[in-house]
Nanobody, 117 residues
């Protein structure tokens, strides 16, 4: 019912920056949360940042002060500005959409972020 398309991943040097984008389409709920999770093969997927439609944000401790999540509700788009990137940030980043009404999660296909050592 909801489709998510991420973009903006790539190779970046430590200390560099990237900006990820995710566009949602389909049956967009009036109450929803969008965010980003990341995963390394063999490891548990972890939450990076989330944002409600009203602008309330939440960040994992590991990215606080470095990453900024924002939304453009008119465009059904969520962004993740990533600064001061570290090698530990290397992962596949997945866009997440949560319908607050029914609690269902939708996921994008992911975009790879590689921070060189």
């Amino acid at each position: 019912q909801v489709q998510l398309v991420e973009s903006g991943g790539g190779l970046v040097q430590p200390g560099g920056s990237l900006r990820l984008s995710c566009v949602a389409s389909g049956s967009i709920a009036g109450l929803n949360s969008m965010g980003w999770h990341r995963q390394v093969p063999g490891k548990e997927r972890e939450l990076v940042a989330t944002a409600t439609r009203g602008g309330t944000t939440h960040y994992a401790d590991s990215v606080k002060g470095r990453f900024t999540i924002s939304r453009d509700n008119a465009k059904n788009t969520v962004y993740l500005q990533m600064n001061s990137l570290k090698p530990d940030d290397t992962a596949v980043y997945y866009c997440n959409y949560r319908d607050i009404m029914d609690g269902r999660d939708y996921w994008g296909r992911g975009t790879l972020v590689t921070v060189s050592s």
